[in-house]
């Protein structure tokens, strides 16, 4: 039961390390992406819509190494239930963390892309250009969003809960 827990501590710990990686590499990816295009966006509304941008990339890269961090280690010679516990404060941790990525990450992304677009449609209105064609860039910007937002929320966070409670099945059944 043991040998169990601490596969599965060891699993979360690198399931969480590559998605922070990951990710940590996209914010910087973003950030400098957005950054560029602000510098070089040609209204006012766009560039702070940019900026707002390449700023959540950035948070994202700085927050999620240091809030978004797996089970802490244990000393080997420690017991099931300590396992068991660290294991399980790992999954909350996880879990909280999805539960409030949309408020820290994902809204303040949106917000950004929306404000730079609606720029996009004023400077093209005032150029005397059909700023409708800028509509259908809104619509997929928002799909891309909802899509982001919708697996966290009902993959991810689901699968996190399962797994946790699979630990609470297992471990119960083997005290």
Same mark, same amino acid.
């Given at each position: 039961?043991?040998?169990?827990? !601490?596969?599965?501590? @060891? ?35 766009? @560039? ?13 890269? *700085? =927050?999620?190494?240091? *809030? ?14 300590? =396992? @068991? ?17 949309? =408020?820290?990450? !994902?809204?303040?992304? *949106? ?13 093209? %209105? ?17 799909? !891309?969003? !909802?899509? #982001? ?19 609470? %099945? #297992? ?5």
């Amino acid at each position: 039961m043991l040998a169990s827990v !601490i596969e599965k501590t @060891r699993t979360l710990d690198r399931m969480v390390a590559a998605r922070n990686m990951r990710e940590c590499l996209a914010g910087v990816f973003v950030a400098a992406f957005f950054a560029w295009a602000a510098w070089s966006a040609p209204s006012v509304l766009e @560039r702070l819509g940019m900026t707002i941008v390449s700023l959540t990339g950035a948070w994202y890269a *700085y =927050y999620l190494p240091r *809030y978004g961090k797996g089970p802490r280690r244990l000393d080997p010679s420690a017991n099931l239930t300590a =396992y @068991r516990a660290i294991l399980r404060e790992g999954y909350d941790q996880q879990i909280r963390l999805l539960r409030s990525v949309k =408020y820290w990450a !994902i809204l303040p992304a *949106y917000v950004g892309v929306l404000m730079a677009r609606i720029g996009t449609g004023m400077r093209l %209105a005032a150029e005397g250009k059909n700023p409708w064609t800028n509509v259908s860039s809104v619509a997929i910007v928002t799909a !891309i969003f !909802i899509a #982001v937002w919708f697996l966290m929320e009902f993959r991810s966070l689901p699968r996190l809960q399962r797994l946790k409670d699979d630990l609470s %099945a #297992v471990t119960e059944n083997g005290d």
